[in-house]
């Protein structure tokens, strides 16, 4: 905890868009020494809490529950009915995720810069509930019903269209890097719903269920400047995962931004308007049990899907789980809003 706080204390003391204090004054603007002189022509964006957001509960939770209905359905009709377990499609569909996810979050864990092959964790899954002689192609129809589309469970936040329509009007370059696990031409589709295509080029989003790579790895960076023609001390990253979007984009010299998740952004600003050590009663990090996961230790606004959950703990060449990046890892910037940029990249070139 104390390392946390210690973690949070250096977020904060690096902190420059102004806030609202306790009292109702604005903290004082603070320089950015990194950015002062720094030539900047391309933005890239994550895409989940940073320009988009999941809908409450209960919407997600109905449209998850149709794609598992689908999913299961779909198995029913590959795999022996005697091998399923004895329960409502919703329900198998939920524990067939589950049990997906999972083994997902083990395959990153074991090497955290490369995609997982999705459709051979599902094979994996049946042949741990003893199904045997499912196909790769199968695992892949499955995992495919599993999907649940961008336009009806993530809106994009209020700012998002008018801050990148003011950044493509000052001449910036956009690009995307996300880790994702659906990828594809429904992916496309959805950021075409979503109006993200006004502004991002195919060419230039960086998609890790479509290159087999993922950030932290530097390579899935340099995927977009690539395309960009863009090198990467002229780039900005802007990502809400301090594991995933900030050490990778350093070790480039990328300028890092990062838009912190609510619950650690509270804490940021507890430590900023001088609160006192007892007040930082949630961890930035959940606390996780090598033999299950654990959710009663999660930070508001983090999910066990999230990058800074499956990277908690990573397993090493020795086989052991280790502590991941979790104590020298220093944004550039943080923000609170994407609108915020605007302040800071006015215009294209020299800083």
């Not at 230039?204 to 690539?226: E, M, Q, V, Y």
Request: proline fraction near 5%.
């Amino acid at each position: 905890m104390i390392n946390e706080i210690k973690s949070i204390e250096l977020f904060a003391s690096i902190l420059f868009i102004s806030h609202i204090d306790a009292k109702g004054g604005s903290l004082p603007k603070k320089p950015i020494p990194t950015l002062t002189g720094r030539t900047v022509r391309c933005l890239l964006f994550d895409l989940g809490d940073t320009l988009w957001f999941r809908k409450d509960l209960a919407v997600w939770q109905q449209l998850e529950n149709a794609s598992n209905a689908q999913a299961a359905a779909l198995l029913r009709q590959t795999v022996a009915p005697v091998s399923l377990l004895d329960r409502s499609d919703i329900a198998l569909g939920q524990h067939l995720r589950d049990a997906t996810d999972e083994q997902i979050r083990i395959m990153i864990r074991q090497d955290p810069g490369l995609e997982p092959d999705c459709a051979h964790a599902v094979v994996q899954v049946l042949q741990q509930w003893s199904i045997e002689g499912v196909t790769r192609d199968i695992g892949a129809a499955v995992f495919e019903a599993l999907r649940v589309r961008i336009p009806g469970s993530r809106p994009l936040f209020d700012d998002v269209l008018s801050t990148l329509t003011i950044l493509q009007q000052r001449g910036f370059q956009l690009g995307i890097v996300t880790n994702r696990h659906w990828g594809g031409q429904l992916f496309q589709e959805d950021l075409q719903t979503l109006g993200l295509l006004n502004f991002f080029d195919p060419r230039h989003i960086a998609i890790s269920a479509d290159l087999g790579i993922r950030k932290p790895n530097p390579a899935i960076f340099l995927h977009a400047l690539n395309a960009l023609h863009i090198p990467p001390e002229e780039a900005v990253m802007v990502g809400d995962s301090l594991k995933a979007d900030i050490p990778g984009s350093k070790m480039l010299g990328i300028f890092t931004v990062w838009k912190p998740k609510p619950g650690v952004r509270r804490q940021t600003h507890l430590i900023a308007t001088g609160a006192t050590t007892a007040a930082l009663s949630t961890p930035i990090f959940p606390e996780e049990g090598y033999g299950g996961e654990r959710y009663d230790n999660l930070s508001e606004g983090l999910l066990i899907t999230d990058d800074d959950y499956v990277l908690a703990h990573v397993q090493n060449r020795e086989g052991r789980w280790d502590q991941h990046m979790q104590s020298d890892i220093e944004p550039d910037l943080i923000i609170e809003n994407v609108s915020d940029l605007l302040d800071i990249f006015t215009e294209v070139g020299v800083q």
